[in-house]
């Protein structure tokens, strides 16, 4: 299993441009979600999912986008990009949200960079 | 407001030393707390999970325990391989979906 991979490692972007950072996973993990995590603060949940087709907003969503078509796939998308979404990004996933199975594993990251 | 508190921030410890990180937690219902290793530029990676006041848990070096408002991480005779960040999370059962993390502390243990 490759677990949870994230792309690209880094990117670099000019304020306005959009893009979409991709994550996957081959576990068949249902639940799914998107952190970022800033120097000094906690990982902040992004946006999360369920399952396929399902999808909700996390602790700071504004600014970006997720869909989740297949179990395997949850890409997050900068619509306008701004310097304040400089920040290294994560994705993870888990079978279920309770019981021994909530364990979430956690991809390489995405460091982004907005000039 | 649900929080999560860790301290300290960083932590520098000569190896063989044991000691202790906290967590703190400000939630209407824990439903579960959780503790991640985070190594420079990589994903954090999962170490225990716990659920009820009491419980603990170990793993090598490492021992976590959990009160009804917080969680230690006890380190006994780190190496310098134990050097990373320990992150502390919890879920609570009114948003089972949602996990808060904390800041994180950053341990440096010297050979």
């Known amino acids: 299993n490759a677990g949870v991979t994230q792309t690209p490692k880094f990117q670099v972007l000019k304020t306005g441009q959009s893009m979409t950072l991709q994550c996957a996973q081959d576990?068949?993990?249902?639940?799914m979600s998107w952190y970022r995590q800033d120097p000094g603060m906690g990982l902040r949940l992004i946006h999360y999912s369920v399952g396929a087709g399902i999808t909700d907003q996390g602790e700071v969503p504004n600014g970006y986008n997720v869909s989740r078509s297949t179990t395997e796939d949850f890409p997050l998308r900068l619509l306008s990009a701004a310097p304040s979404q400089t920040s290294v990004y994560f994705c993870a996933s888990s079978y279920a949200v309770s019981g021994d199975q909530e364990t979430q594993y956690f991809g390489p990251g995405t460091r982004l960079l907005v000039l | 407001e649900d929080q999560v508190t860790q301290s300290p921030e960083a932590l520098r410890l000569q190896e063989g030393e044991s000691s202790s990180l906290n967590c703190s937690y400000t939630v209407s219902g824990l439903r579960g707390l959780f503790w991640y290793r985070q190594d420079p530029g990589k994903g954090p990676e999962f170490l225990f999970t716990?659920?009820?006041a009491g419980e603990e848990k170990e793993k090598e070096r490492l021992k976590a325990t959990l009160t009804k408002k917080e969680s230690f991480l006890h380190i006994t005779a780190p190496k310098p391989e134990d050097s990373a960040t320990y992150l502390c999370?919890?879920?609570?059962?009114?948003?089972?979906?949602?996990?808060?993390f904390g800041s994180g502390t950053r341990l440096s243990i010297r050979p």
């Open positions: 999370a919890v879920r609570e059962y009114s948003s089972a979906s949602k996990i808060i």
């Open positions: 716990l659920y009820s």
């Open positions: 576990m068949n993990h249902e639940y």
